[in-house]
């Protein structure tokens, strides 16, 4: 097995005991950019040198046994959406917007990656802003999916998702607004988690709607997923929505098994709008669920018809006022550099919340988004966790969708919700159509990660198709 495929559980055991050393794990990250990226354009920034210079860094640590066990991320190499504030090293959000910005400072979630001593091996591309489902709304050019160029990865975080698929580096970070991780997660046979609203500091990152953003990342493994959430989850000071729940051990539970355990299927996330042959890998994957000793329950989550209408309008109307600071004046390149989609989105939040429309609009979206959080909440007293698809349709063409806006936003239709309730969710592999991966997402209660990678991890033992890798 070459370096670069290895997960964060491996790669840290082979730089415990010195099978190889960071330097040489870290340039074989390199390689594989430099041979892949051209075509797949998963990086905006590649940071070589920086790379290279903590690597050394990192090995002359690791020779302290005490580091070692004290920095959990020590010289693993993890790629930062381009959306992760990083002092010193450009920042795009992949618009033309801000194609010169360089931070003052480092997100929140960026120290505590770096604290932990892992490597920061580059910036990925994504759609501009986060704003959208298929990775083309990016400024530099779309990421293409590494199962098949043809064909979308997923978005917004398009080239965090390839960038792990694509062994380019051990993990990396993205941001769920709308199912920006768990959508490309699914398209790419990688592990997403968005985490519970609040778990993790929002402190740094670029915002796109800021009571729906939460902030994850992309991994090989549920396990990776665990021990990740481990670095990052906490309470900020600078960021007043972080929740004061103490970190426990992520990991703690990933051996317990799901016997016993009450799994519920929302109706309304299997209909007939869902691709037959997805739907078929879903019906499999609930098989194997109650095979595991889980009990199966079909759940109603009635609201779920006005989630996509109500996040429509929620998001645009935040992202229209936290788009309103790039005036020109305070980071250069005025607003005549705003691609289309943050156009429309502009535009339509400064509708929604312009007198006379605001109770029409805006404030009725919010009353729905209280009943969404109602659906859940009554499901969650019934099961302990929810599975579904991800999304409604496999990955699509390249330029399929980008002209039909409305098409392009009903990707999100199983995935915003969990987002509206502020719930925590996991993405991951459950197999292939026609070569192209398909995936799954695990949603329960806020706060719940812990149970979320339990169950995870108990499907992944007995599946194992994250072991499978895109023939680049
Ligand atoms: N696809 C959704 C949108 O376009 C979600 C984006 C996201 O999660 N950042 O709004």
Known sequence: MKLNELTIKEAKGGLKSKKFSSVELTKACLEQIKKHNKDLNAFITVTEKEALDSARKADDLASQDQVLEAKSLLGIPIALKDLFSTKGIKTTAASNVLKDYIPQYDAAVVKKIKDAGAIIIGKTNCDAWAHGSSGENSDFGPTKNPWDKEYVPGGSSSGSAVSVASDMCIASTGTDTGGSIRLPASFNNVVGLKPT????????????????????????????????????????????????????????????????????????????????????????????????????????????????????????????????????????????????????????????????????????????????????????????????????????????????????????????????????GLSLPIGFIDGLPVGMQILGPQLSEVKLFQIGYAYEQATQWRKQKPAL
């Open 197 to 424: 609203y609040g778990r993790v500091s929002r402190y740094g990152i670029i915002a796109m709607a800021s009571s729906l953003d939460s902030i994850g990342h992309f991994t090989k493994t549920v396990e990776d997923s665990a021990l990740f959430f481990n670095v990052t989850a906490g309470q900020d000071k600078m960021d007043a929505t972080t929740l004061p729940n103490p970190v426990e051990d992520f990991t703690k539970d990933l051996n317990k098994g799901i016997k016993g355990l009450k799994i519920g299927i929302p109706k309304e996330f299997v209909t007939s709008d869902l691709d037959n042959e997805a739907k078929e890998k879903f019906e499999e994957t609930v098989k194997t669920f109650a095979n595991l000793g889980a009990e199966i329950i079909e759940i109603s989550l009635p609201y779920t018809e006005y989630g996509i209408a109500a996040y429509y309008i929620i998001q645009p109307s935040e992202v229209s006022s936290n788009l309103a600071r790039y005036d020109g004046i305070r980071y250069g390149n005025d607003r005549s550099y705003f691609g289309d989609e943050a156009k429309r989105r502009i535009m339509l939040g400064t509708f929604t919340l312009s007198s006379g429309y605001y109770d029409a609009y805006y404030k009725k979206a919010m009353a729905v988004r209280t009943l969404i959080i109602k659906d859940f909440n009554d499901a969650f007293q019934k099961v302990d966790a929810l599975i579904s698809p991800v999304c409604p349709t496999l990955p699509w063409k390249l330029g399929e969708k980008i002209n039909d806006p409305i098409k392009m936003y009903m990707s999100d239709v199983l995935t915003v919700t969990a987002n509206l309730a502020g719930i925590p």
